[in-house]
T-cell receptor
Framework: AQSVAQPEDQVNVAEGNPLTVKCTYS??????LFWYVQYPNRGLQFLLK??????LVKGSYGFEAEFNKSQTSFHLKKPSALVSDSALYFC???????????????FGTGTLLAVQP | DTEVTQTPKHLVMGMTNKKSLKCEQH?????MYWYKQKAKKPPELMFV???????INESVPSRFSPECPNSSLLNLHLHALQPEDSALYLC??????????????FGDGTRLSIL
């Protein structure tokens, strides 16, 4: 079965320090991977995606993610955390069962990032 | 500002009421989605419309009835809901093509409370 795991419910980091939010996946075929962020009382915002090509993907707000096929991981990173980065982060993989215009996502359970000033 | 607009932002209704949620996008996307999200949990897919046709129904109870009148609009009709249906309802849209490599764009949701 296809799945996404985010092993940490919460990540705490001091402002200015690097941050990593972990994600591993299990999917048949080549994975299409996504990171989304959700601020309080808002919808999900797309950060970045990996489809193919360079394993290091750069996205919005200074975030990047590293795709590692052998470890089936897609960890989200940022060199220097900001207090405003505090939010709920979701990793997702496209369900390969569907195609065309239909993009069904399988979400991880989410990781709450708390950046302390 | 999000490019997917959902109305109303908040809705309180009784279990015997009938109400509708509305979603609108003008990005030319041909896939639109309804999700249900409980606090601090991932969104749960409910319905997907592709080119105005229902392509996925995730075994959602019939008290939820989706409608896609045109390529820009998506409605969710609600009737005889239960207290456990209280949640944030999110709409999303995505471009066609690329076999699912396009990201979904989410609205800010309708927060629904069932009394």
């Amino acid at each position: 079965a296809q799945s996404v795991a985010q092993p940490e419910d919460q990540v705490n980091v001091a402002e200015g320090n690097p941050l990593t939010v972990k994600c591993t996946y299990s999917v048949s075929g080549n994975p299409y991977l996504f990171w989304y962020v959700q601020y309080p009382n808002r919808g999900l915002q797309f950060l970045l995606k990996y489809i193919t090509g360079d394993n290091l993907v750069k996205g919005s707000y200074g975030f990047e993610a590293e795709f590692n096929k052998s470890q089936t991981s897609f960890h989200l990173k940022k060199p220097s955390a900001l207090v405003s980065d505090s939010a709920l982060y979701f990793c997702a993989v496209r369900d390969p069962k569907y195609g065309g215009a239909t993009n069904k996502l399988i979400f991880g359970t989410g990781t709450l990032l708390a950046v302390q000033p | 500002d999000t490019e997917v607009t959902q109305t109303p932002k908040h809705l309180v209704m009784g279990m015997t009421n009938k109400k509708s949620l509305k979603c609108e996008q003008h990005m030319g996307h041909r896939a639109m989605y309804w999700y249900k999200q409980k606090a601090k949990k991932p969104p749960e897919l409910m319905f997907v419309y592709s080119y105005e046709k229902l392509s996925i129904n995730e075994s959602v109870p019939s008290r939820f009835s989706p409608e896609c009148p045109n390529s820009s609009l998506l409605n969710l009709h609600l009737h005889a809901l239960q207290p456990e249906d209280s949640a944030l309802y999110l709409c999303a849209s995505s471009q066609e093509g690329g076999w699912g490599n396009q990201p979904q764009h989410f609205g800010d949701g309708t927060r629904l409370s069932i009394l």
